[in-house]
């Protein structure tokens, strides 16, 4: 009975299949309102920085092509180098710090060995809630009827 099986299984021939479904967009739809703004607010600003940055503005004359010669006179900066190396030795001494503080107070909270977990937890996320609270309140009195701005205007 199992050979009548095999034999009644279709023989797959050597052509390989083709889909003939069209592709499909409508994915894409959902990405191009990101995709426009992120291309205004971040890529056109950087290459128009570019851009000019092959310009000189000089008082009498205008603006005038200069090429690389801004970039030439910027590696040969002694303060531009100096800051260079200040922000090097900012990043290596503050992101260990800052992310073996995080990795602890995470632990620590985790553990549940910590006394007070629940003031650090709060302590944690208030920096994250008091800014929505102080601007509810603050649109609250420029929109209250009775001592707002706009119950003022009213009157």
């Known amino acids: 009975m199992a050979s009548a099986d095999i034999a009644a299984a279709p023989v797959h021939s050597g052509k390989a299949r083709v889909n003939k479904h069209k592709a499909d967009w409508r994915g894409w739809n959902f990405m191009w309102p990101f995709a ?11 290459v128009y920085a570019v851009y000019i940055s092959f310009f000189k503005k000089q008082m009498i004359g205008g603006t005038k092509f200069v ?3 801004n970039y030439a006179r910027l590696l040969g900066d002694g303060q531009f180098w100096s800051s260079v190396g200040r922000v090097a030795l900012f990043t290596c001494v503050q992101v260990p710090i800052m992310l073996c503080l995080s990795a602890l ?18 302590s944690t996320f208030l920096p994250y809630a008091v800014p929505a609270v102080v601007s509810t309140l603050i649109w609250g009195f420029v929109y209250g009827a009775k001592y707002g701005l706009v119950g003022s205007l009213n009157d």
């Not at 426009?36 to 950087?46: A, G, L, M």
Request: no cysteine; hydrophobic share 65%.
């Open 105 to 122: 107070m995470a632990l620590a909270l985790d553990s549940m060995k910590l006394h007070g977990t629940r003031f650090f937890r709060i």
């Open 36 to 46: 426009v703004v992120f291309v205004f607010v971040f890529i056109v600003p950087i």
């Open 67 to 69: 090429g690389f010669e």
